[in-house]
């Protein structure tokens, strides 16, 4: 079987294989605190060509955004998402096992707006209400869509109007900035937000996702929070070295681009045999609408998520490309495709 389901099923790429291996017998300072957790968050910020910033290595994105979000709202603070926000849908309830409520506001495309923000607000009006702090968005979404920069602009604004959190979950950033339907440079999102992670886990890493604070008051003791919530990783020198090699180039780009290139060799194939997708096709994650009887067929050689019924013959699904994807396996599904 030939697996479409996630881009996590490969273990991570050799350049970074070959690093850790190489200072696998080298003693490290533990929790984070080593030359390469160093090292790999000055080759984030010049990246993100900013250097005011505070960069923390942390293991998955579901640990990231439940020590993020509990560490800076209030105990009555509340979190503003797309409904099928990650934090939302995937994350079995951990931030609202922390205290906080997540606002889940239905959306186009998994994208927040800030009329939708607004509706939000308009309904937690007083002190009964838990309080409404935190805006919460993913780029690519939950649905492999973009934010452009003008939508990112007008959260942002809206965001520093309210003195809410603007936080950014970027599990598949190499994916957004790869995209062609991108306009949002890297170094942008430092004017943009308060805060976001790059992901490691889903862009060519064993695991890891890297933490960065703009807002400089929501980095204090912050390392108490990753300690406490049980994030913090002893051997936090495996982290650093990953998104060194990631970071000091142009890896992190490459292994974007090439899920990109596989997804969109996909979606021509599916466009060509005159079927849709559910949300427009932008990233590294696909939502084509396909005839049952041909998922069917499908089904007994490649694996993808079942998205959603759309009607008695037809289903969304989800096909999701990676770093490693190669492209005889793409070539397989294409031509299944269409001798389907």
Known sequence: MISFKNDYSEGAHNIILERILKENNIQNIGYGEDEHCQRAAECIKKQLNCFDCDVHFLVGGTQTNLVTISHCLKPYQAVIAADTGHI??????????????????????GKLTVESI????????????????????????????LYTKKELEELSAFCKQHHFIFYLDGAR????????YNDVSISDYSNLVDLLYLGGTKCGALFGEALVIFKKQLNEDFRFSIKQKGAMLAKGWILGIQFEALF?????????????????????????????????????????????????????EFIFTFWEKVDDSHTAIRIVTSWATKEENVQKLIQSIQQA
């Open 88 to 109: 939302n849908v995937h994350e079995t309830g951990a931030i609202e096992a922390t205290g906080h409520k997540v606002f889940a506001m239905p959306c186009e495309e």
């Open 173 to 180: 950033m190499a994916s957004a900035l790869a995209s062609e």
């Open 118 to 145: 607004q509706k939000a607000l308009d309904t937690h009006t007083d002190e009964h209400m838990v309080q409404p702090k935190m805006v919460y968005i993913s780029n690519p979404t939950e649905v492999g869509t």
């Open 248 to 300: 000091e180039g142009d890896l992190y780009q490459k292994t974007g681009e090439h899920a990109n290139i596989m997804a969109e060799k996909i979606k021509n194939a599916i466009i060509e045999k005159g079927y849709g997708f559910q949300f427009t096709p932008c990233s590294n994650q696909l939502f084509p609408i396909l005839p049952d009887d041909i998922l069917q067929k499908l089904e007994k």
